[in-house]
């Protein structure tokens, strides 16, 4: 092969790189899709943290999807109210306006449920309801505390409590509901961040059943509703539940809970005070009604 054949095949070559690449240089132009200068600006203000929160295939779904009108601009809940104010600003509309929202477990039960059998499979939550009808725990309704929701959580906000129970950081929850769908019973809801109290059971069994299967359940007894001074607290289905946007955050419904079930759970020495102020008002009642009702009858006589 002489020189010349070489300098033939690269001048060859080169003339077809330049070709194609005039070619391809056509195409990009011809088949070019304009990208909205806004979503690498509205994906800049989410969390990045592509937790699958907000159901979207990632940050870059979920920007998508608020650009398109298909999500609110508060989809990314751990970009919180900030990121939320920043995607209204580019999308030019108002910054939403609303309370902080976060996760709670409505479970009191783990070490208060009784166990039908010892389960000894995968620690997956998911997993313990396809062994035996889902019944590890007498309480259908309960929390297996495997830690499915633990899991899926990225923002360290979610571990088994003392009690075996999940249990929320509401400190550190973005709210961005990746444990709501990692938990199969449903037993993860979103509550306002200043709330103090919660039912922390989910239990729709009548009293006597419920009873039998957790020491911490809610038996519908109804002295919650009762006692209840802005009603905000209501039985539905056989299980206290509460109304967020009346609760004062008050706690006498749970100091007159007789099963613990409503948190924050009382001493025993606040629970003896509140029975006392109780008995107290109770016996102030009857004192008035019967006064009343001895100056009834004195006057009864006299309109005679």
Known sequence: MDFTTIMWAIIVLGALAIVFGLILAVAAKVFEVEVDPRLPQIQAALAGANCGGCGYPGCGGCAEAILAGKAPVTACAPAGPEGAAKIAAIMGMEAPTGDKMVAHVLCNGGLNAKKNFEYRGVTDCLAATKVCGGNVLECKYGCFGFGSCVEVCQFDALHIGENGAAVVDKEKCTNCGACREACPRKLIVEVPYKQKVFVNCSNKDKGPAVTKVCAASCIAC???????????????????????AKCKNCTMCAKACPRNAIEPIPTPEEKEKFKAAQKAAAEKKAAAAKAAAEAAAAEAPKAE
Request: proline share 0%.
């Open 222 to 244: 109804g002295m919650c509703e009762r006692t209840c001074k802005f009603d905000a607290i209501h039985v539905v289905n056989n299980v206290a539940v509460i109304d967020y």
